[in-house]
């Protein structure tokens, strides 16, 4: 009893530890092996596995060789491929030769089988009222139809360009023609040579090399119809002066001087009422005079060189 009484007196200063005691390990947890990665899992090496090419929109570093290239085959029916160039490529061959009919455009001008392009009434002598408020010399004639599409169907013979300037030798044209030439003397060729030659006078005459002609273009065996032959077009050799030489019609790409200027000037001039214009500089054939044409395209493109 005593011992009891003895204990109870002692709880009141009996005090709990400031901490419990601290769990440990178990033996064979701090043995235990590093577990096994799964089969779909990639152990780590420090560094990110390389983008496949098809993630990173790159290609393989790698590439194969020629030799393991598969060379295609080519089909049934289907030429081979031409080699690869280089010093040992063979020499291409050539293009097999056409073997059909000419092409219309190969043609002679009896196999064109062309027509002559008919004229209404109406727009003729639109036309032809024209040419008289201009002071144009002109005469009517006869329907021309020389055969295989050359011809005009309602043609006029202009002795003068414009008042006082003769047109030589005489054109024989279509009226749409004859205008274009008119409008272009009387717009810029006169303007441009009172500029740059005033010593030379006013013009007197235009000499031209080809007007009406039944023939296909440049003199050809082969090929288009020349809108020569149409009455279309007009060749323009010279312009003659009241004083010193006739400005002829030459290459003049390098003339530096106000005649060269002249020409360029006039030729440059030319597409604003001509819907072709070819000078000296556009080929050999042309290079001692102006074609000049009024041929309808589509579109009212033009060609001037």
Not at 90 to 95: G, H, K, T
Not at 257 to 282: I, K, M, W
């Amino acid at each position: 009893m005593a011992v009891l009484l003895a204990a109870l007196a002692l709880l009141p200063g009996a005090r709990l530890p400031r901490t419990g005691p601290v769990p440990q390990a178990k033996p064979e947890a701090a043995t235990e092996a590093p577990a096994v990665p799964l089969p779909e899992e990639k152990p780590e090496t420090g560094k990110a596995p390389a983008p496949q090419p098809e993630e990173s929109g790159q290609k393989p570093e790698t590439q194969p060789s020629a030799s393991d290239v598969p060379t295609p085959q080519p089909k049934p029916g289907q030429a081979p491929a031409a080699p690869p160039a280089g010093k040992d490529a063979l020499p291409a061959a050539a293009p097999p030769q056409y073997q059909g009919p000419p092409r219309p455009g190969e043609q002679t001008l009896e196999e064109q089988h062309l027509t002559i392009e008919p004229e209404s009434d109406a727009d003729h002598a639109e036309c032809t009222k024209d040419l008289q408020s201009l002071g144009v010399v002109f005469r009517e004639t006869p329907r021309i139809d020389g055969g295989n599409g050359c011809g005009i169907d309602r043609p006029i013979i202009v002795s003068e360009a414009l008042p006082g300037i003769t047109l030589k030798p005489e054109a024989t044209l279509r009226c749409p023609t004859a205008l274009a030439l008119a409008r272009w003397m009387k717009g810029n060729v006169i303007p441009a040579a009172s500029v740059a030659l005033p010593e030379s006078g006013r013009i007197i005459t235009v000499n031209q090399a080809s007007a009406y002609i039944c023939r296909l273009r440049n003199g050809a065996d082969t090929g288009k119809i020349s809108e020569h032959a149409r009455g279309n077009a007009i060749d323009i050799a010279s312009f003659g002066f009241e004083k010193g030489e006739p400005v002829a019609v030459r290459s003049r790409r390098e003339d530096s001087t106000l005649t060269g200027a002249f020409q360029r000037t006039v030729s440059a001039a030319g597409c604003l009422y001509f819907t072709t214009v070819l000078d000296p500089e556009s080929d050999a054939a042309h290079e001692t005079h102006f074609h000049l044409d009024v041929i309808e395209r589509k579109g009212g493109f033009r060609y001037c060189h």
